[in-house]
C-alpha cells in the first residue's frame, strides 16, 4: 500500500466538519456569500485587537537582532514568564515561566502533552462530546482513547469517569468553554474530579493527569469566570493559544503549563520541551512569541460573541430547538429535531444552511453551530430554521 495502514483508516473517517465547510465553498460560488448560511467551521471572523497589530508594526519597524533565530525549545523566558505571571494570579498556584513551554498553538501542546506522558497502550479518557482532533492525537503517541459520556446539561459525569478509570488510565482531556457545548465546568465538578482522580493515582501507583484544553477560557459570558485548573486540580496541564482569544488561529501561537503542584514537575517540564523538539515543531512562531508576550490581558470583543450567542440562543428557542445555553466558547450545540441528525442536517444542507452532525462530537441526536460569523448571517438564517422547525412541527 502507498500509504501506512493507520493512515488509511483516519482518512476514510476523517472530518465531517471539513466535508461541510467545503460544501459551504461550493454553495457560496453557485448561490453567492450572502445566500449560504456556513455555520460549520470554527474559524473567527474578528481581526485580531489593535493592540496585536501595533506590537506588529512597532516590531518590523524596530527589529530586534536575531529575532528570526532557532531559540531554546521551551521558547522566550520573556514570553513564559508574562504568562506565569497571570495564571499564578488567577490560580494563587506558585507559577513561573520555568513551567510553560510556548507550542504551535493548543493543538501542538496537546501533542507534546500527550508524547510526554504516554506508554503504548496507555488509555486517555475523552468526554462526550469532544473536539475531534483529541482521538487523533493520542492515537499520534500509541494512546488509546476512551469515551465518557457527559451529563445531560453537559457537565462532567463524574461517577462516569470513576467507573471508567483502570490501571492504565493515564489522562482525562477536559475542555472548557466546550466546543462544542459552551459549557464551563464548574469548580465543585473540578474538585470531584480531582479526587476521583487521586485516589485512583495512589491506588494505581502513578499519576493520572487532567489536560484541560481551554482555547476559549477569555469567550466567556455574563461575568462566568473559567475556574482556574490549577487551583482545583493538583495533577494537571493546562494547553491553550492565542486562535480564539487575539483570533489568530493562522498564526499557531499557543503554549502548555503545568501546575507546579505535580510531583517531579521539573521532569515533566524536561519531557514537555523534549517533545516539542523532537515531534518537529522545535520552537514556537518566533515573531509571535514576542508578540503575545505583551498581550496576556487583551483579547478580542467578547461583548460581539456574547451579542450573538444571545441573538442566535434566544431566537431559536423561541422556535422550539432545545438547547443548554452556552457559557462561552461561540458554539451552540442543539438537539436535533429529528432523531437521526443526518437528516436534519440534509435537511437544513438542502435550505443552504450548514451545521455539523453531533456524530462528528461523538454525540448524535444534537448538531453544532459555529456563529463565530457576521451577525448578518445569522440575522438571515433565522427565517430558515424557523422554516425546518415548522416543518418538523417544533413547538
Ligand atoms: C477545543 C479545541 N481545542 C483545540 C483547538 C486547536 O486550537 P489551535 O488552533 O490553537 O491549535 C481547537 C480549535 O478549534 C478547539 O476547538
Redesign the pocket.
Known amino acids: 500500500m502507498t500509504i501506512a495502514r493507520a493512515m488509511k483508516e483516519q482518512m476514510g473517517g476523517s472530518s465531517l466538519i471539513r466535508k461541510m465547510f467545503e460544501e459551504g465553498e461550493r454553495l457560496k460560488k453557485i448561490y453567492g456569500e450572502d445566500k449560504v448560511y456556513d455555520f460549520s467551521l470554527?474559524n473567527p471572523n474578528l481581526e485580531p485587537p489593535q493592540a496585536f497589530l501595533d506590537g506588529l508594526r512597532e516590531l518590523a519597524l524596530n527589529p530586534v537582532p536575531g529575532m528570526h533565530r532557532y531559540m531554546s525549545n521551551a521558547g522566550y523566558m520573556e514570553t513564559r514568564s508574562a504568562i506565569a505571571e497571570v495564571l499564578a494570579e488567577k490560580s494563587g498556584k506558585p507559577v513561573t515561566g520555568e513551567h510553560v513551554i510556548m507550542t504551535?498553538?493548543?493543538?501542538?501542546?496537546?501533542n507534546c502533552a500527550l508524547k510526554a506522558i504516554l506508554d503504548p497502550g496507555d488509555e486517555v479518557i475523552i468526554l462526550a462530546p469532544f473536539?475531534v482532533?483529541y482521538k487523533f492525537y493520542i492515537a499520534n503517541h500509541g494512546g488509546v482513547h476512551r469515551i465518557v459520556d457527559t451529563q445531560e446539561d453537559f457537565q462532567i459525569d463524574i461517577a462516569a469517569i470513576e467507573e471508567a478509570v483502570n490501571p492504565h488510565t493515564r489522562a482525562v482531556i477536559i475542555?472548557t468553554p466546550?466546543?462544542p457545548t459552551g459549557v464551563i465546568y464548574t469548580a465543585s465538578s473540578l474538585e470531584a474530579l480531582n479526587t476521583v482522580l487521586q485516589t485512583a493515582s495512589e491506588k494505581y501507583g502513578r499519576p493520572i493527569y487532567v489536560i484541560s484544553?481551554e482555547?476559549?477560557a477569555k469567550i466567556a459570558y455574563d461575568g462566568v469566570e473559567v475556574p482556574p485548573v490549577f487551583k482545583h486540580v493538583r495533577n494537571s496541564i493546562l494547553?491553550?493559544?492565542?486562535?480564539?482569544d487575539l483570533a489568530l488561529?493562522g498564526e499557531?501561537i499557543?503554549y502548555l503549563a503545568a501546575n507546579p503542584d505535580i510531583p517531579e514537575v521539573d521532569l515533566l517540564m524536561g519531557a514537555l520541551t523534549l517533545a516539542n523538539r523532537v515531534l518537529g515543531y522545535v520552537n514556537a512562531p518566533a515573531l509571535m512569541q514576542r508578540l503575545v508576550a505583551r498581550l496576556q490581558r487583551e483579547s478580542v470583543d467578547i461583548a460581539a460573541y456574547q451579542d450573538k450567542r444571545d441573538l442566535f440562543y434566544n431566537s431559536l428557542t423561541d422556535m422550539g430547538y432545545k438547547i443548554v445555553k452556552p457559557q462561552g466558547?461561540f458554539y451552540l450545540f442543539p438537539q436535533s429535531p429529528t432523531p437521526d441528525e443526518m437528516e436534519f442536517v440534509q435537511m437544513a444542507q438542502k435550505k443552504n444552511l450548514l451545521v455539523v452532525p453531533g456524530t462528528s462530537f461523538g454525540k448524535p441526536g444534537y448538531f453544532r453551530i459555529s456563529y463565530c460569523v457576521d451577525r448578518k448571517i445569522i440575522e438571515n438564517s433565522l427565517p430558515v430554521f424557523q422554516q425546518l422547525a415548522d416543518e418538523l412541527g417544533l413547538k
Open positions: 470554527g504551535v498553538g493548543a493543538s501542538g501542546a496537546l473536539f482532533e475542555n466546550n466546543n484544553d482555547p476559549y494547553v491553550t493559544s492565542h486562535s480564539k488561529p499557531r499557543g466558547a
